[in-house]
């Protein structure tokens, strides 16, 4: 059993040490996302039909080949393919066929397919490129949320060390004599809840990193845990450009803006394609075929013989003989008669609609209104985006505001805390007024805590918007 356990301890220590050794940097996070995300495999699978359809389309150019083989066998009274002759006893029938065609002219819609399926396959990749963009995005802010979570953890176990400091020197004050038992009740108290506010914070950094695990998605036990970046490089993004400078920047640049543009113009070949249903179609096409039947006879030589024929003659019958050649016969071969009853032909088509029960004029109907909705929805992507540009640029402002703001108030807060606990050594201020300064200056290093990683975040989203790389720098 000791063995068994110091196996499972070394096991155990081996992880976390694979873990503190192999930690995940915030690119491999985002590559390793890209890799294996199943949305982003399912816009791969779209581009990929996309292209099949595209393929498709530009073969409908040529013309169609296909075979036949079929094989028979009656019973009965028949027809014999072959000699079309009725007959009385079982027929195997064998027959084969090549038949070919094409589309010469049916209003431009292969033409005007192709140029179709071409733009689809752009739209598509354009689609897959956003998403992979959103999706870096999201393992930046979930792993700015561990980065946030160790910080106030690093902090919160700080603030116990300076607590449990507190308590030792006010045992000694007390042991002198220098203050009452009582004094180090409120410090005691004040331990077990900087002890409580480890336990939560602990909690959160394992909830963030379970949550990016699972965006990643990598296995349950697998060990995971994040490289820290150096202290430099957790500073935001200098943003120097306005509003507008952005807006057009990811007006021409984005992949969803561009992609909405594909799917306008996919959808103006929609009403060529419909409006290709008023004009005539014009098709070429051809066969080759043979049969063979089991019946099937040819003739193998000759045989001279006399036949007998009855004659009149002056009122007088009499009966002469007549030399014949009469032909031999046997089975043809298969082959042969394959060669022998060869049939083809070639044929020219015109189809011209005239009343189709309102479908053409329905279906130009329906590509107009597609290319309506595909405008309105490519209007609504750019409103979107100019709203979302405007809000991630106020709030970027914002949080720079709030986090020059936090920074001082840290600053103010720490200098407080520092003249109380001159008070409190020199007997001129009391634990309570020591704990709020304290507690006063935990707080305000919590929000400037939240305030520079939310200014952080809000950097990382406008360079997101400007099409810079998603990195911490």
């Excluded at 495999?41 to 359809?53: C, M, N, P, T």
């Amino acid at each position: 059993m000791k063995n068994i356990l110091l196996i499972l301890v070394l096991t155990v220590a081996a992880g976390y040490r694979l873990v503190a050794q192999n930690p995940w940097s915030l690119e491999r996070c985002v590559n390793h996302a890209r890799d294996n995300s199943i949305a982003i495999k399912q816009s791969r699978l779209g581009i990929e039909r996309a292209q099949v359809s595209a393929e498709q389309a530009l073969h409908n150019r040529y013309p169609r080949l296909n075979a036949s083989l079929n094989y028979g066998l009656n019973f009965g009274r028949t027809i014999d393919p072959v000699t079309n002759d009725f007959e009385t006893q079982s027929i195997t029938t064998n027959s084969l066929g090549l038949n070919t065609g094409m589309v010469l002219f049916n209003g431009g819609s292969v033409r005007n397919t192709i140029s179709q399926s071409r733009i689809n396959v752009q739209s598509a990749t354009l689609d897959a490129q956003q998403f992979s963009d959103d999706l870096a995005l999201n393992v930046v802010q979930y792993y700015l949320a561990i980065l946030f979570a160790e910080d106030r953890l690093v902090n919160a176990r700080l603030q116990l060390e300076t607590t449990t400091q507190q308590l030792d020197q006010m045992d000694r004050m007390i042991a002198v004599g220098t203050r009452p038992e009582g004094d180090r009740l409120e410090i005691v108290a004040q331990q077990a809840r900087d002890e409580q506010s480890i336990a939560t914070i602990e909690n959160t950094v394992n909830t963030n990193k379970l949550l990016l695990k699972q965006l990643l998605r990598l296995t349950i036990d697998e060990p995971f845990d994040i490289a820290r970046p150096p202290d430099d490089a957790l500073q935001p993004s200098i943003i120097s450009e306005n509003l507008v400078a952005v807006y057009n920047h990811a007006l021409n640049n984005r992949a969803d803006i561009r992609s909405g543009d594909f799917k306008v113009q996919s959808a103006e070949y929609g009403i060529k394609l419909a409006k290709a249903n008023y004009l005539p179609t014009i098709s070429i096409g051809g066969n080759l075929n043979s049969l063979f039947s089991s019946l099937g006879r040819r003739i193998t030589g000759y045989n001279d013989i006399n036949v007998p024929q009855e004659i009149i003659f002056n009122g007088q019958s009499a009966t002469i003989e007549i030399p014949t050649t009469v032909p031999l016969t046997g089975k043809n071969p298969y082959f042969s008669q394959l060669n022998e009853n060869i049939g083809y032909g070639v044929g020219l088509g015109l189809s011209i609609p005239i009343y189709n029960n309102y479908s053409a004029k329905a279906q130009v109907r329906q590509a107009e209104i597609a290319v309506e909705a595909a405008k309105l929805e490519a209007d609504q992507t750019k409103e979107t985006l100019k709203n979302n540009i405007q809000t991630a640029l106020n709030e970027l402002r914002a949080t720079a505001n709030t986090y020059e703001v936090s920074k001082r108030a840290t600053a103010a807060s720490r200098l407080a805390y520092d003249n109380t606990k001159i008070k409190f050594d020199l007997g001129s201020a009391n634990t309570f007024e020591l704990l709020s300064s304290k507690n006063r200056l935990d707080i305000a290093v919590t929000e400037e805590l939240l305030s520079r990683y939310d200014y952080i975040f809000r950097s990382k989203v406008v360079d997101y918007y400007l099409g810079r790389p998603i990195r911490l720098n």
